[in-house]
């Protein structure tokens, strides 16, 4: 069974940090395009970060101070926040989509066939 589970959430003071975690089984993520989205609440899901094999893509309000990753040993994404802001409140989804050994860019663009539940990050002091 495919599937894609996040960690990692919490609640961090403005200028804090977190790190999430989002671990894959059942497939390889070498061969997918990753991405983290997040949802504030009463609004619609965004991109916050992703990669289609290249470059990696941010949003403008994270760029700078979120960095996406991942473990190949550990089959694992990673999404690293830092300056955290009041307005990064929300739930965060990690979501991958086959691409094989090709790259894909304009990774925010295409849909993802695969999401974990989601982690609730709070910024507030």
């Known amino acids: 069974q495919l599937q894609l589970v996040e960690s990692g959430g919490g609640t961090a003071q403005p200028g804090g940090s977190l790190r999430l975690s989002c671990l894959a089984s059942g497939f390889t993520l070498d061969y997918y395009s990753i991405a983290w989205f997040r949802q504030a609440p009463g609004m619609g899901r965004e991109g916050v970060s992703c990669?289609?094999?290249?470059?990696?893509m941010y949003r403008d309000s994270v760029k700078g101070r979120f960095t996406i990753s991942r473990d190949s040993a550990k089959n694992t994404i990673y999404l690293q926040m830092d300056s955290l802001r009041p307005e990064d409140t929300g739930v965060y989804y990690c979501?991958?989509?086959?691409?094989?050994?090709?790259?894909?860019?304009?990774?925010?663009?295409?849909?993802?066939?695969?999401w974990g539940r989601g982690t609730q990050v709070t910024v507030s002091s």
């Open positions: 990669n289609g094999g290249n470059e990696p």
């Open positions: 979501a991958a989509d086959f691409r094989g050994t090709k790259e894909r860019p304009q990774c925010f663009t295409y849909g993802y066939d695969y």
